[in-house]
């Protein structure tokens, strides 16, 4: 209580205490505001009229001040103007009490503006619990906010992370995808694609038709400039044939130099593709220095034909194939049924050949060979036959290229060979003098591209225990076509080995006369076509082989004399040694065996 007037102040300070509160005085504003900056009471009862500082000034001072500011303040005041009590009011002031002082008016007021504080500061502190409930509340959801951007920072990472690896495999199962379906060197489709492309279009009825193209002496390119120009020429294959095609239909590689077209263009526009397709192939391929020009065949399945399965459509495009590389380079061969019974023939037949080898079904039947000057045996040709149990005999002709194709040749002629061994052992056992004699034996070409095949005859020569002079091997004139440094070294071994060679069916193939001298050879035998062509006016070709041969140092066989007349003939031209049905016919062992024994002259 600020009061100038001790008198008021003591009835109001009495009033007050009795009611039971404590009291501060003060007398004038100055030394109020320095008390007032040690304690701050409940409220202020506050004079207008103070010597020094005014009850207005204090009332400011006391409003400015952080301390004090809510403190509600009462003005006591005698002046009963309104200005005056509005101005107080203006200045923060609660209330005011007029003098003279009725004690029931000061306790109430006092109490209702000390009720009014503290319901304000009860107020105020719900307020300020309600506030900080919400900063903290704020902070929380702040936080919850930040943790929520996190985790959905973290989760769309998190499904980035997954779509990148998920795309990966997918690229990865492309990559797989594509590699099981497609030919590493060209790119092309491959055989487990085709096959399943095909087995689609076999089940879903739709008409295609199916062929197989295969490169022409593709064997003697990679040969000739290595395989990497062989796998160059493929891949620059593959890409005019799926050029070509283009949306025709599709190719692929099945290996090799074998290609699968697979085409819905049926008939004659399945032809003419095919026809178009080995054109492109005719125009000459740059392989890096070199440039090569090639042939390919195809072999034509049309799908009218009721298939089961893709084997058979493969099966049946191979035979069409295979024909079509009988007939020569760039022939199309569409598959007929003369064609499926032919191919069907020969599988029986290559089944029946393995068995027969097995079961030892062959035989050798033995051709003279004479000294046409003297009538002389000079020896024989081994001539293989087979004693097919269901079929009877069946001459070589009908066997040995199917033999050579399959490789079962190199069986056929070692078994050959060994016979022959034995039956000269047997002979010698017998006190035949063989001195003088010598066993021909076929040798088919194909032995020579077999790397290790010099190898293989000498040991096999050298198990049967024979005089290398003893043998002459006869090699057909195709051997020198394709002749590589390989032949020649096999054929100069042999040759150093002691045994003698000679050239079979000379005239037929294609050799090359110019190349003829580097081959080591002892002999060649005449093909009985010139003979049977022989005339008595004309046999101006038997007489050049003759000439060329002696020139060359080469003994001359005539074959396949059937007559005086020819013998007679070939002799007068200085033909060596002649063999034909003229002198015998191929025979049987105890026959060869009469006429060594008897050492007779062989005279027709
Ligand atoms: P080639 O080597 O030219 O054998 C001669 C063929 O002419 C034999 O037929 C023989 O019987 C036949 N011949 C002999 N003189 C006459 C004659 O005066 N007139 C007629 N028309 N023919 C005569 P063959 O035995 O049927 O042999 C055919 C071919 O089979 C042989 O032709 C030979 O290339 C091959 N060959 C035979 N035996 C073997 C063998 O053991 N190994 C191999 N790789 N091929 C063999
Ligand atoms: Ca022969
Ligand atoms: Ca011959």
Redesign the pocket.
């Known amino acids: 209580m600020i009061e100038e007037n001790l008198n008021n102040l003591k009835i109001l300070f009495n009033v007050l205490r009795d009611e039971g509160y404590r009291v501060l005085v003060a007398t004038d504003g100055v030394t109020a505001l320095e008390k007032l900056d040690q304690v701050v009471p409940d409220l202020i009862l506050l004079d207008l009229m103070l010597p020094g500082r005014d009850g207005f000034e204090v009332c400011g001072e006391l409003k400015q001040n952080v301390r004090t500011a809510d403190v509600p303040v009462i003005f006591l005041t005698g002046v009963t103007a309104i200005a005056t009590k509005q101005r107080g009011l203006a200045l923060g002031a609660v209330d005011y009490i007029t003098k003279p002082y009725q004690a029931d008016e000061v306790l109430s007021r006092v109490q209702l503006h000390l009720k009014l504080q503290s319901l304000q500061l009860t107020l105020q502190a719900q307020n300020q619990k309600l506030s900080q409930e919400i900063t903290a509340r704020r902070i929380i959801e702040g936080e919850l906010q930040k943790l929520n951007s996190t985790l959905e920072c973290r989760v769309q990472e998190r499904t980035e992370a997954l779509f990148q690896a998920l795309q990966r495999l997918k690229e990865q199962d492309e990559q797989l995808r594509h590699k099981a379906y497609h030919d590493l060197l060209t790119g092309l489709y491959n055989r487990s694609w085709l096959i399943q492309h095909l087995t689609e279009s076999l089940y879903t009825g739709q008409q295609k038709t199916t062929f197989f193209l295969d490169l022409d002496r593709f064997k003697s390119i990679n040969d000739r400039f290595g395989h990497l120009s062989g796998d160059l020429l493929l891949q620059q294959v593959a890409h005019r044939l799926q050029t070509f095609l283009g949306r025709n239909g599709v190719v692929g590689r099945l290996g090799g130099d074998e290609f699968l077209v697979i085409t819905p263009l049926q008939g004659q526009e399945g032809e003419a593709i095919a026809k178009q397709l080995i054109e492109q192939l005719r125009f000459p391929f740059q392989l890096n220095h070199y440039t090569v020009q090639i042939g390919a065949c195809v072999g034509i399945v049309p799908t009218t034909a009721p298939y089961h399965n893709v084997t058979e459509i493969l099966r049946d495009a191979d035979i069409a194939l295979y024909q079509a590389k009988r007939i020569g380079s760039n022939t199309i061969v569409v598959l007929t049924p003369q064609m499926q019974q032919q191919a069907l023939e020969r599988i029986t037949l290559e089944g029946d050949l393995r068995r027969g080898i097995e079961q030892d079904e062959f035989f ?2 033995y ?1 003279p060979i004479v000294a046409l000057k003297t009538r002389q045996l000079v020896g024989f ?5 087979w004693n097919h149990p269901h079929q009877g005999c069946i ?3 009908q066997f ?1 290229p199917l ?2 194709e399959t490789g079962l ?1 190199q069986q ?2 070692a078994w ?1 060979l060994k016979a022959v061994a034995h039956q000269w052992h047997s002979w010698q056992h017998q006190g035949i003098d063989l001195d003088q004699i010598t066993i021909n ?4 070409a194909i032995h020579f591209q077999q790397r290790d095949f010099f190898k293989q005859l000498e040991i096999l020569l050298l198990q049967l225990n024979l005089p290398p002079s003893a043998i002459k091997l ?1 090699i ?1 004139e195709s051997l020198f076509l394709e002749s590589s440094a390989l032949t020649l070294y096999t054929l100069e071994q042999l040759t150093r080995k002691g045994f003698k060679l000679c050239i ?2 000379f005239g037929t193939g294609y050799s090359s006369l110019s190349r003829l001298h580097t081959f080591p050879m002892q002999g060649l ?1 005449i ?2 076509s010139f ?2 062509a022989m005339s008595e006016d004309s046999s101006v070709i038997v007489q050049t082989i003759i000439a060329l041969a002696h020139h060359l140092g080469l003994d001359v066989v005539a ?4 007559c005086a007349q020819q013998a007679e003939q070939l002799q007068n031209l200085g033909c060596d040694l002649g ?4 002198f015998a ?2 025979l049987g062992i105890p026959q060869a065996t009469q006429l060594l024994h008897e050492a007779v002259l062989i005279c027709g």
């Open positions: 050798l039947q051709q040709e081994a001539l293989i036959r001459p070589p002709a040995i033999a050579e040749i056929l002629d050959v034996v076929n040798l088919a006869e057909t079979d069916d035998k093909d009985r003979v049977s074959e396949g004399i059937e063999q034909g049905f003229w016919r191929p």
